[in-house]
């Protein structure tokens, strides 16, 4: 359930928006891009999907008004925030009380009631045109490991009603609102028996989930050719065994530097690597990126062909081939009082050949 809308503050501006001769009203805005479904926090406007006020409450009401909106000034959210969260000086915000969102055209997305951030009672949702989804139930119990969130009715997209009262079948869409991700059974709001999903992009895959009394007993992904893989994550990132950052320590010592025309060893430091990670783990495809001497080139690529033990991404437990892009030189230093090294890489999925 969720506690919390926001838990990091990168920007907070305060700004007096309104004043009586008895009370000023403060506002802070906040914004933030929308990351694998959650709102992240980031600096400016340009770089946001949407952004949040945080108004102080007014003379009826000692609960702070929230207010969302896409960039281009919609209200996305409306909803109100629990005093005690202090949500002004923190940025932290609280839900307390009813809640709706909307969607881009301006049609009615959700309608949920909270309490002191916890949703409680009916949650209902809807399709981008108005017209009702899902309800799912929401029973507060004396710990969050209490807490229900039970599937409860469920429309199809012609207004056939398909689960009533937790019981019949259930469909859950992509983030389009338009293609049906995952279906199966429901049995006294829970998910039951198998369900099934699909997705088309980066590729065609099939998916089944094993449900009992809401619980995974199993997940298997399976690629074009019907090939079944075992999955734990519905995705799973590019990695080596232990970490970009020992990777970039097997790759430089396994790179033997060349001399220059002084007899001074060339530098890699500056240098950027890309490599592919075949579905089977081994590296292929090797580039070094920018100008790059040919025999310090041909030193990195025997470096390169060294290296073992990466796993390319996974998707639904199905690998796919994934292009790496690195450099040769790691970031390092001192914050906090504490020593760190970082390691920044680009990923990206492959066409077969």
């Known amino acids: 359930m969720l506690k919390y809308f926001s838990l990091s503050i990168i920007c907070i501006l305060f700004a007096n928006i309104a004043k009586s001769k008895t009370k000023s009203v403060d506002t802070a805005i906040m914004f933030f891009k929308t990351i694998n479904g959650y709102g992240q926090s980031v600096h400016t406007l340009d770089s946001a999907d949407y952004f949040m ?20 000034g919609k209200v996305k959210f409306v909803g109100k925030g629990d005093p005690s969260a202090n949500s002004l000086r923190t940025g932290r915000v609280l839900f307390d009380g009813d809640y709706v969102s909307y969607y881009p055209n301006g049609k009615r997305a959700s309608i949920a009631h909270y309490q002191k951030g916890y949703k409680d009672g009916l ?4 399709y ?26 469920c429309y199809d997209a012609s207004g056939n009603q398909i689960c009533n009262n937790g019981d019949g079948r259930w469909l859950t869409y992509d983030d389009s609102c338009k293609n049906i991700k995952l279906e199966g059974q429901v049995v006294k709001g829970r998910m039951e028996g198998e369900w099934n999903g699909s997705i088309s992009i980066p590729a065609s895959i099939k998916y089944t989930y094993q449900y009992k ?49 002084t007899g001074k060893k060339m530098s890699i430091d500056t240098v950027h ?32 062909a060294k290296c073992h033990d990466w796993n390319p991404e996974r998707i ?38």
């Open 273 to 304: 690597v890309s490599f592919v990670i075949e579905k089977d783990g081994h590296l292929d495809g090797f580039n070094a990126i920018g100008n790059v001497a040919p025999q310090l080139k041909d030193a990195i690529f025997a470096g390169l």
């Open 53 to 72: 006020l945080i108004i102080s409450p007014d003379s009826t009401d000692d609960h702070y008004n929230i207010q969302g909106f896409y960039k281009n």
């Open 213 to 261: 009394e809401g619980n995974i007993l199993s997940s298997v992904g399976y690629d074009q050719t019907g090939k079944a893989y075992p999955f734990n994550n519905e995705i799973e990132r590019a990695t080596y065994r232990s970490g970009p950052i020992t990777f970039l320590d097997v790759l430089r010592s396994n790179i033997k530097l060349p001399k220059d025309s």
């Open 316 to 353: 639904f437990g199905v690998p796919f081939r994934t292009q790496i892009i690195l450099p040769l030189n790691e970031i390092s230093g001192y914050t906090s009082n504490s020593y760190r090294k970082e390691v920044f890489y680009q990923e990206k999925i492959l066409k077969d050949n």
């Open 128 to 153: 981008a045109n108005g017209q009702i989804y899902s309800c799912h139930k929401h029973i507060l119990g004396s710990s969050i490991l209490r807490d229900q969130a039970l599937y409860w009715e």
């Open 123 to 126: 949650e209902y949702f809807y």
